[in-house]
């Protein structure tokens, strides 16, 4: 699938229904463009929305209304196979859980995404361990995720997105529980990343990202774009 320019985000509205049956809103007529090598950052208090929009954003979830065109391809619109693979073409993922497949081992979870989409580069197991050996995570190629503390899991996670090197990256509080120097490798790999062209939407709580700029900052707390 052609890469993408340009994302538009167009009156993206979700709500999610609460134990009483009633509507609460999360966000509301979203509109804004981001380019490529853009930084969108996603601030406001715990259980504002800021995961929510992410999922929303990468077609994990369905909005109520609106659109998220990466390019002129409508995510919104396409079929659950087209999106996946998409998704996997096209995003990379570093959260604070969940970053890995449990049924696969770590060099697995770094060529997952590409192999997925039938994509996988000719040697990708020299290139996911010479990326693994970047992260300082090659001994442990053939451990399970369960082996793993969190910092590793997260190290693991960003080879994954080395590896697939996607136009994309979505961060969610990539270094919450990480020490200083986890934390560091993600936030430089991250802005590497972006220095090549790689558009990132954030959230975060670290100070450690206090002097990044980004394009916008979307404040899901007030709704408030700037
Ligand atoms: N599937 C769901 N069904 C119902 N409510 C949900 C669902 N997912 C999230 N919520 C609610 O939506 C709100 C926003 O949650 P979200 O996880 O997006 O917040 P957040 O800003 O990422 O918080 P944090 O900073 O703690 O990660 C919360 O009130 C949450 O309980
Ligand atoms: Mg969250």
Same mark, same amino acid.
Not at 3 to 12: A, P, W
Not at 79 to 89: I, L, N, Q
Not at 152 to 165: G, I, T
């Given at each position: 699938?052609? /890469?993408?320019?340009?994302?538009?985000?167009? /009156? !993206?509205?979700? /709500?999610?229904?609460?134990?009483?049956?009633?509507?609460?809103?999360?966000?509301?007529?979203?509109?804004?463009?981001?380019?490529?090598?853009?930084?969108? =950052?996603?601030?406001?208090?715990?259980?504002?929305?800021?995961?929510?929009?992410?999922?929303?954003?990468?077609? *994990?979830? @369905?909005?109520?209304?609106?659109?998220?065109?990466?390019?002129?391809?409508?995510?919104?619109?396409?079929?659950?196979?087209?999106?996946?693979?998409? =998704?996997?073409?096209?995003?990379?993922?570093?959260?604070?859980?969940?970053? &890995?497949?449990?049924?696969?081992?770590? &060099?697995?979870?770094?060529?997952?995404? *590409?192999?997925?989409?039938?994509?996988?580069?000719?040697?990708?197991?020299?290139?996911?361990?010479?990326?693994?050996?970047?992260?300082?995570?090659?001994?442990?190629?053939?451990?399970?995720?369960?082996?793993?503390?969190?910092?590793?899991?997260?190290?693991?996670?960003?080879? =994954?997105? !080395?590896?697939?090197?996607?136009?994309?990256?979505?961060?969610?509080?990539?270094?919450?529980?990480?020490? =200083?120097?986890? /934390?560091?490798?993600? @936030?430089?790999?991250?802005?590497?990343?972006? @220095?090549?062209?790689?558009?990132?939407? *954030?959230?975060?709580?670290?100070?450690?990202?206090?002097?990044?700029?980004?394009?916008?900052?979307?404040?899901?707390?007030?709704?408030? &774009?700037?």
């Amino acid at each position: 699938m052609a /890469s993408f320019e340009r994302i538009s985000v167009k /009156s !993206l509205t979700k /709500s999610f229904e609460n134990s009483s049956g009633g509507k609460v809103t999360i966000f509301e007529n979203v509109s804004f463009e981001l380019g490529k090598g853009g930084i969108l =950052r996603l601030s406001g208090a715990s259980g504002s929305g800021k995961t929510t929009f992410m999922n929303v954003m990468s077609g *994990l979830i @369905k909005p109520d209304s609106g659109s998220i065109f990466f390019g002129n391809i409508d995510i919104t619109n396409l079929s659950e196979g087209k999106k996946d693979r998409f =998704r996997a073409e096209n995003i990379g993922y570093i959260f604070q859980t969940f970053n &890995l497949l449990s049924p696969f081992s770590v &060099l697995e979870n770094v060529y997952a995404p *590409l192999a997925f989409a039938g994509k996988l580069p000719e040697n990708y197991k020299d290139k996911a361990l010479d990326l693994l050996d970047k992260v300082g995570m090659k001994e442990f190629s053939a451990k399970m995720p369960y082996h793993l503390s969190v910092g590793q899991k997260q190290r693991v996670a960003v080879a =994954r997105v !080395l590896f697939a090197d996607p136009p994309l990256v979505f961060a969610d509080e990539p270094t919450a529980s990480l020490d =200083r120097n986890s /934390s560091e490798l993600v @936030k430089n790999t991250l802005l590497e990343l972006n @220095k090549k062209g790689t558009t990132l939407v *954030l959230t975060s709580h670290d100070s450690i990202f206090d002097d990044i700029k980004p394009d916008i900052d979307f404040n899901l707390e007030t709704g408030v &774009l700037s």
